[in-house]
C-alpha cells in the first residue's frame, strides 16, 4: 500500500496511513466482545444469557434504512422485546432473546391517555443535544433519550445517557431529576403552558419539594412516615405508572401529568381519590383536621378548593409553604390585591379574591378551627 502511494506521487504516506492503522486496532480490540464482557455488570442487552444471538439480536446486515442497522423502525424497534406479548413471542421463537426471559411490556404504557409521546416520528435525531437549543423543534422522545441501548440496566436503567444538572449543564447522571432536566428544563422549546423545573425545585426559593434538597419548612406534621421533613423525593414519585403492577416508570398514565395517582386540580368536592396523589405522603386525617394550617378543613371541604387552587405541586418562588394561588380560580381583591405573608407559625395573611369571597386581605390566626364534620358542608363529601 505504501509502495502504491508513492508511485502515485502522494508524500506523507506514513501520515496518511495512521488514522487507518488505528483504526484497525480499535476494531481488533473494541470488538462485540467488550460489550458482553459487561453481562456480570447487569447490562441486560450486554447478557448473552438473554440476547443469545448476541449483537444480531438487535442488528441484521444492513438493516433498515436510517438506522443503525436494525432489524425494524426505530419508533417500533423496541417493542419486538418490551411490547406486546405476541411481538416478544415472536423474538423468543426466533431465538433472539432467551424463552425464559421476561420483558415488560411497554408499548401497552404508551397507548395510555397521557403518555410521553414517542409517536411523533421522523423528528428524533441520533445524537441530539439535550436540552433542545432550536424553539422551532416540536416536541417529541424516544426511547433512547432515557434508556441507551448498550447500557441500560435492570439496576440502572439510566446508565449511558448523560444528564442536565440544576444549572444546565450537560453531566453524567447521578440523580434521576437530572435526566428529567434534559427535556423539562432549560429547553428553548419549553411550551409556554409548562415551567422550567429546574427552577421551580431550586433550593434558592422560599419552598419547593424535595427533589433537589431538602425542604425549608421544618413544620410539616402531615407527612406520611417515614417520610420526614430531611427526605428527599424523586420525580417519579409523583410521575409514575399508574398500574402499580405494571412497569416502572413514567412511560404512560391513565392520569393527567403522567401522575401515578389522580390529582383534581380544579374545585369541587373533596374525598380520598380526589386528592389521592397528595394523600400519597400527606394524611388526609391531618389536612382535614388543620394540624398544619388552621383553615385547611374550611378551604377543602367546605368551600370545595382544591389544593392546586393555593399550592404549586413543584415549588414557589414567591412564597413559603409551595403557595402559587392558581389564576384559573383565584383573582385580585377588590382594592387590586394579590400576595400571601408569613407572620409565624401557622399564621398569614392573603390578599385575593376567591370562592366568592373578598379577602382584602384576611388574617389567618394560629387557633385550630373547628373540623367540618361538625357543620354542614357546601359540597358532598367522597368518603
Request: one cysteine or more; hydrophobic letters at 25%; proline letters at 7%.
Amino acid at each position: 500500500m505504501v509502495r502504491l502511494i508513492k508511485k502515485t506521487g502522494i508524500r506523507g504516506s506514513s501520515e496518511m496511513l495512521k488514522p487507518f492503522f488505528i483504526a484497525l486496532v480499535l476494531m481488533l480490540f473494541i470488538s462485540p466482545s467488550s460489550l458482553y464482557s459487561d453481562s456480570g455488570n447487569g447490562r441486560s442487552h450486554g447478557d448473552r444469557n438473554k440476547l443469545l444471538k448476541g449483537c444480531a439480536s438487535c442488528h441484521k446486515g444492513h438493516g433498515v434504512y436510517k438506522t443503525p442497522m436494525l432489524s425494524e423502525r426505530k419508533e417500533i424497534f423496541c417493542f419486538r422485546c418490551h411490547g406486546h406479548n405476541i411481538y416478544s413471542e415472536n423474538a423468543k421463537k426466533a431465538g433472539d432473546i432467551a424463552k425464559d426471559v421476561g420483558t415488560a411490556n411497554i408499548q401497552s404504557e404508551f397507548e395510555k391517555p397521557y403518555h410521553h409521546p414517542i409517536e411523533k416520528i421522523g423528528i428524533h435525531r441520533y445524537g441530539e443535544i439535550l436540552p433542545e437549543a432550536d424553539p422551532s423543534m416540536p416536541r417529541h422522545s424516544a426511547c433512547g433519550d432515557c434508556h441507551h441501548h448498550h447500557y441500560a440496566g435492570e439496576k440502572n436503567k439510566m446508565s449511558g445517557v448523560r444528564g442536565t444538572s440544576k444549572d444546565g449543564a450537560k453531566i453524567r447522571i447521578t440523580y434521576e431529576y437530572e435526566l428529567c432536566f434534559s427535556c423539562h428544563s432549560y429547553s428553548a422549546n419549553l411550551p409556554a403552558y409548562q415551567t422550567n423545573k429546574a427552577e421551580m425545585f431550586n433550593s434558592s426559593n422560599p419552598s419547593f419539594h424535595p427533589v433537589i434538597a431538602p425542604g425549608k419548612n421544618t413544620d410539616v406534621p402531615s407527612l406520611v412516615p417515614p417520610l420526614t421533613t430531611s427526605s428527599l423525593i424523586k420525580c417519579t414519585d409523583c410521575h409514575n405508572n399508574d398500574d402499580p403492577a405494571g412497569p416502572n416508570g413514567p412511560h404512560g398514565s391513565n392520569f393527567r401529568y403522567l401522575l401515578s395517582k389522580n390529582y383534581t386540580t380544579t374545585d369541587g368536592s373533596e374525598g380520598p381519590f380526589q386528592y389521592e396523589l397528595c394523600y400519597n405522603c400527606h394524611r388526609r386525617s391531618s389536612i382535614l383536621s388543620n394540624e398544619s394550617f388552621p383553615l385547611h378543613d374550611l378551604h377543602i371541604s367546605t368551600v370545595g378548593a382544591s389544593c392546586r387552587t393555593c399550592h404549586n405541586p413543584h415549588g414557589s418562588n414567591q412564597y413559603s409553604h409551595l403557595i402559587e394561588f392558581n389564576r384559573a380560580s383565584v383573582m385580585s381583591s377588590n382594592s387590586g390585591q394579590l400576595h400571601y405573608t408569613v407572620y409565624g407559625s401557622r399564621t398569614g395573611q392573603c390578599a385575593l379574591n376567591c370562592h366568592g369571597k373578598d379577602h382584602d386581605p384576611a388574617l389567618y390566626p394560629g387557633a385550630v378551627q373547628t373540623p367540618s364534620s361538625s357543620r354542614p358542608s357546601r359540597f358532598p363529601s367522597r368518603k
